[in-house]
């Protein structure tokens, strides 16, 4: 489990609660036309997002210095079990990153208490409580209406997350490919369940993507929460080779996976040539605990890595995709 970060947040509320129409309810965001008023001001936000009859405050983070009429990259960053969106987008240290790149960030909370935060409704993931939100679903409607309330890009949406927020964007791309260009998740990347025959294997049949996705990972090798070589919860299993390995045979790619090191504890391993230029590409640090590479923060959960940055490899992959 993750601890919970504790910060004092000051938010500031959007008047923009706008109710979908009933095809946008399905999770198609709106076309990238000319017209585009963002009214939001720069800073960390909270935007409502309506969804199956309940308003849900949904933190977001609008760039220093963009133009208001210019549509921007967007970022859904999914916080890990037992936090929230707030403390995701301080803990990923993601803001800073936005004002030097000029992309959204869009930083919903999980529905499923858990400790002083929230866990998220993951598909195939054990039993979840009666009447738990839908959150594939949900993280449709956040993107719809993030893209049509702050301006965003339906071209350039793209996601990470952090621990059981990783599991939950992979679990997303599964399902939703068609609203993603690429997917980056931190010490969480799956490819569907474990396979209930052999869970040191994927269930095939719980990741079936529209189209290929992009995927760019971090896991440390001393990640102690989700291990890098599997085990440990039912719910992990199957190790970040596997996972990675699986979504290379998804996307198509026809070389196999090269390895290089890339620092003193920090090795990329990667598979080209991928139907629709979807790579996937893996950062393994080798001292590397349940963290997230290059943050400011220490969560407790093992050593944090300096010599790469997550948050700037990410954003270089992200812009090299779109659909």
Same mark, same amino acid.
Request: hydrophobic share 40%; aromatic share 8%; proline share 8%.
């Given at each position: ?9 000051? !938010? ?26 963002? #009214? ?12 199956? =009859?309940?308003?849900?405050?949904? #933190? ?40 030097? %790149? ?41 993107? #719809? ?79 102690? #929460? ?5 085990? =440990? ?50 950062? !393994?640090?080798? %001292? ?36």
């Amino acid at each position: 489990m993750n601890k919970l970060f504790a910060y004092a947040v000051r !938010t500031v509320t959007l008047s923009l609660l706008v109710v979908a129409p009933a095809a946008a309810s399905l999770g198609a965001p709106a076309a990238a036309g000319p017209a585009c008023r963002r #009214t939001a001001g720069p800073g960390e936000q909270t935007l409502t997002v309506p969804f199956a =009859g309940v308003d849900y405050p949904v #933190t977001v983070y609008v760039p220093a210095g963009a133009r208001t009429t210019k549509r921007l990259p967007l970022v859904v960053n999914l916080h890990g079990t037992q936090s929230t969106g707030g403390n995701q987008l301080r803990y990923s240290d993601m803001a800073s990153a936005a004002d030097r %790149d000029g992309f959204l960030v869009v930083a919903p909370s999980g529905n499923i208490p858990a400790a002083a935060g929230f866990a998220w409704n993951v598909p195939g993931v054990g039993t979840p409580p009666a009447g738990a939100r839908d959150d594939v679903a949900f993280l449709a409607e956040v993107v #719809t209406t993030a893209v049509r309330s702050l301006c965003g890009d339906p071209a350039r949406v793209h996601g990470t997350g952090y621990s059981g927020g990783g599991r939950m964007i992979s679990a997303f791309a599964c399902a939703r490919a068609d609203l993603l260009a690429a997917i980056a998740p931190v010490a969480g990347l799956r490819a569907g369940r474990p396979d209930p025959l052999d869970p040191a294997r994927v269930d095939p049949a719980s990741c079936r993507p529209s189209r290929p996705v992009p995927v760019l990972t971090f896991h440390g090798e001393q990640d102690g #929460t989700n291990p890098y070589q599997g085990g =440990g919860s039912p719910y992990w299993q199957y190790s970040v080779a596997v996972a990675r390995q699986r979504w290379a045979e998804l996307n198509g790619c026809r070389d196999g996976a090269r390895t290089v090191a890339v620092s003193a504890h920090v090795t990329r391993t990667s598979y080209r040539k991928c139907r629709g230029r979807a790579d996937v590409t893996l950062y !393994t640090v080798a %001292d590397g605990g349940h963290t997230w590479p290059g943050t400011p923060v220490d969560n407790g959960n093992g050593t944090v890595t300096r010599e790469i940055d997550a948050n700037a490899l990410m954003w270089d992959f992200f812009q090299r995709h779109r659909h």
